[in-house]
Each structure stands twice: as C-alpha cells, then as structure tokens.
C-alpha cells in the first residue's frame, strides 16, 4: 500500500476548519520538534522480548531499538523501568522485575545495572531518556505465587486494594505517597535521566459490577469532599509532590505525564471535549490534568489521542484542537497509537496515511512541539513501508526537543574551538569546557561553505552527540562519510535544560590537516 501526498495535503486542507488562532502554517521540516517512542517492558511487550533471554541478547535487542529509531531521527525514548512495584534498576524500595530476569527479585546474572546501561546507550545515540514508571499498579495479576517476598504486596498488604484482577497501591494513603515518592526521588538521584514519565494510570479504569474500595481511608481522611473530589485531591497532592521532589533534586529532570486522551467529554462539561468517551481522566480515573498544568507541576503533558482523525466518538483531530486550547505553562506532544496500524477494528488504521496525517495535522497547531508513538516494537521488522514513508517524508531531517517552558534560559557560552582534525573516516574536534554551561550534547552542522551555514536548518544536522572530556577540554568525534563535501561547520552545546547555545562556524580543513 503507498501513500498518495497530495491525498495528505487534501485531508489537511479538510481541517482547516477546525483550526483556532492558536494555529500555523504547517512546517514541513521543523529544526525542534519532540519524537519519542515508548519502550514498553510490562509482560515484555516491547523489551525484552523474552524475560528468560540472555543478557547479551537482551543488549542486542535493546541497541536495535535505539538504531532503528535513531535512523527514522527521532530522539527521545520513554523506558519503562517500574510497572507492577518492581524495579528495572537495582533498588532498596522494590525487587528487580521478572520480566527483566525471569524471577522476581533475582538481579541479571552477569550482573549488570541495566537502567544505567540503557541510559548510557541511549545518550550515546542523542536521545533524551525518559524513565516511566507506574506509581499505583502493584501487580498484572493474581499470583501472588510469582512475587518477590520483598514486594509490597507482603512487606505491606494493609496498603493494597484488589481490583479487576490486580493489586493496587492505595492512592489515599500518606504512607504509600511518602514511599512512592521516594521511588522516584531514587531514581532521579542515582541516574542520570532527563525525565520522570508518568502514564494514565492513576486510580484505575472503571470496571462494571466492581468496586474500588477505599472506603475505609475515604472515612478517615475524606474531610467533607465528595468522593471523587476526594479521589481527584489525592492524586493531585501526590502529582504535587513528585514535582517538588523532582526539581529539588536535580532541577533540569523535567517530569511530563501522558494522560488518557479525554478530560471530560462536552456533555458532562462544556468546558470539554466534543467527544462521547465511555471513560474520561476526570470522571474515572480522578486524574485532573488540567490542575496540573494550572498549578505548573508538571513539564510537558503528552495526551494519548489513540484514535483516528475523525473517529466519531473521540476524534484525534477535534482532541488535538481541545488539547492545544486548553494546554498551559507545559510543553505539549501528542501521543500517537502505531500499535493500531492494520491491527483495529477502526478501518481507518488499514490506511497507512493515517499516522504521517496524524503528525502533518499536530504541526498545524503552534503550540504543539511534537509526538510519541506507542510503541517501539510496531515499527521493528514491522509496518516498514509506513516507517519507510515517514522516514523519508515528516522525518526526513533530524531535529532537536525544545526546551520545556519551565526550563528555557540563555546559554551563555559558545563553543570555542581548540583544534580540528579530519581524515577519510573521522572528523575530531577539541572544544573548550564551558565555564558556565553544564553541557549534555553538542550538535554539529555542516554546510557548503559559511555563508550557507544555518543551524536553524534541519538539513544541516550532522549529528546530535556526547563527548569524553580530557584535561578540561570537549572532545567529539563524527563520521567524515556524514559532513560529506562541505566544507565549514556549525558548533552548537546542548545544555541538560536542553538548551542550545550560539553556534560556533568554521572552516573545516583539508585531510590529515589539523588546525
């Protein structure tokens, strides 16, 4: 099946309708832009593909990831590394994760810390590394046989509430929040991430004929609210907190959460959705996204708009106009679900122009910075025509994550380069360590010769890299095979805010020459 593109740009001009002020003209190649792919490991879905596989098979899997979806350009990835209160990482609050070692609480063998291995390829390849984790899942089933005996479930079972055939952590309780709390305080305090990710599980999806029973603790700690104001104060409070935590630690972590696509549907709140969800954030799973970013707890919101552009009960095109009206003080990505391409019962999935419509509809919105797309394994030896297309079409050029709202500030220095060398296979430059910029990435640029050289062109990426640092000095290495025949060069810093700085040009020098 191939995609027509100027079918693309007539069901785009079909749209232009539904647009607000809030809109643009789209931008075929944007130099910013956030594209990430959820890396998900709860029952193996994405990785690894099997939880008994050796760990040099698990390495290989992992790295084909990242290559693959280093080669489409994205460059940020959402690694879940917490599902059901284990722990991807070794961990004094939870025990290593069976879908990792096959038996929970067993470490790999060889031993290896696999959070900080995943976060050490995945910078080595530019990609931000958002660590996910699930706060409130305590377990995906029943069998409690398959348990660590340091699980929560037995260390703690006061705080548990079954439901639908798992274990839940009782969101109401102030020592479940005091603990998950210092999960993620952990996390961010031992590794070296970009982000904490939360997903859209809050107090759980409402099942028929059950009941989620926190009676007890909405008796003693209610205080006079209706229930689901109760509920929604809980989850807030904890949002809140993880957000303080967070940025007391290491203030440049963002934290971004990917709430279920609907808040409220319009016939329950004219201040929602033109939408007939069957289940919303606010009225099921009392999750308020919208307080979150009304309060600034939150870095970058990234609603899962899993259906079709004119779906007719929760359209992504009516959603991605609701989201960019009533998105504040947060960066906002869409979230994008390649796990339906030829797989749903929507026909509209059979087309494989839906998900490259999907990212030329969300650049239309200006306030819209990009997407991520669940998940990883739907585009690994699979629907190659469609990463194909994308590839070569929405994605033709690199491009670089802005710097959240909260997180935006003048990088003071410039690279300042020290030396240059280049021969048939490497260019190699030595850069001054910066006096005032804590450095994460440094982009290089390349164009014909100076006058043509603009780092706010996309085409002109080279690569977006880390670097060793020697005797205070910056070094980085790129393929001469991607400089190419130009000959002068752009030198940008990524600060760990994300950040860029001014960029350095210069002349490149001839071969085996060093300046």
């Not at 098979?57 to 350009?73: G, M, S, V």
Request: charged share 20%; glycine share 4%.
């Amino acid at each position: 099946m191939t995609i027509n593109k100027s079918f693309t740009l007539f069901f785009l001009g079909c749209f232009f309708s539904f647009l607000s002020g809030i809109a643009q003209k789209k931008i075929s190649y944007p130099k910013n832009e956030f594209r990430a792919v959820w890396i998900a490991t709860v029952v193996n879905i994405d990785w690894p593909k099997n939880n008994i596989d050796p760990i040099e098979k698990q390495k290989n899997d992992f790295l084909e990831i990242l290559d693959t979806y280093k080669k489409l350009n994205y460059n940020a990835v959402i690694v879940q590394i917490r599902s059901v209160g284990d722990a991807f990482y070794p961990s004094e609050l939870a025990p290593w994760s069976r879908y990792l070692t096959g038996k929970e609480g067993v470490p790999p063998k060889p031993y290896y810390d696999t959070l900080q291995w995943m976060i050490t390829q995945a910078h080595a390849r530019g990609f931000e590394f958002h660590a996910w984790l699930n706060p409130y899942r305590a377990t995906f089933d029943l069998k409690t046989e398959n348990l660590s005996p340091n699980h929560d479930l037995f260390k703690h079972p006061d705080w548990m509430i079954k439901y639908g055939g798992k274990y839940y952590y009782n969101p109401a309780l102030p020592e479940v929040q005091n603990h998950l709390i210092k999960i993620v305080e952990e996390v961010v305090k031992n590794y070296d991430i970009d982000a904490i990710h939360f997903d859209d599980y809050f107090y759980p999806y409402t099942i028929s004929g059950e009941k989620f029973d926190d009676s007890l603790s909405y008796e003693k700690y209610g205080n006079g609210l209706s229930l689901a104001d109760w509920r929604r104060s809980n989850v807030s409070n904890f949002v809140k907190n993880i957000s303080t935590t967070i940025k007391n630690c290491k203030p440049w972590v963002q934290f971004g959460i990917s709430p279920f696509g609907v808040w409220r549907n319009k016939s329950v709140d004219p201040k929602g959705s033109d939408t007939q969800s069957g289940q919303t954030n606010y009225d099921d799973l009392y999750a308020d996204p919208v307080a979150w970013m009304d309060n600034n707890w939150i870095d970058y919101i990234l609603p899962q708009l899993y259906w079709s552009l004119d779906h007719p009960k929760a359209s992504y095109s009516k959603l991605l106009k609701w989201w960019s009206e009533n998105s504040k003080n947060t960066a906002i990505y869409i979230g994008n679900s390649t796990y339906k391409i030829r797989n749903d019962g929507d026909k509209s999935w059979d087309f494989a122009a839906e998900i490259p419509n999907q990212i030329d509809f969300t650049r239309t919105f200006s306030n819209v910075q990009g997407n991520a797309f669940f998940s990883a394994k739907w585009f690994i030896n699979k629907n190659l025509d469609i990463a194909q297309f994308v590839s070569e079409n929405q994605y033709k050029y690199p491009a670089l994550p802005l710097a959240v709202p909260h997180l935006k500030q003048i990088v003071i220095d410039t690279p300042i380069l020290n030396a240059i060398a280049k021969d048939s296979t490497t260019c190699d430059f030595t850069i001054q360590n910066p006096l005032n910029t804590k450095v994460r990435y440094v982009v290089v640029y390349a164009a014909k010769n100076k006058t043509q050289l603009n780092s706010n062109d996309p085409s002109q990426i080279v690569d977006k890299v880390t670097f060793d640092t020697q005797s205070g000095c910056i070094f980085v290495t790129v393929p001469t095979k991607k400089i190419g025949e130009n000959t002068s060069c752009g030198i940008t810093f990524i600060d760990f805010y994300g950040n860029e700085s001014t960029c350095t040009a210069i002349d490149l020098p001839t071969e085996n020459k060093i300046k």
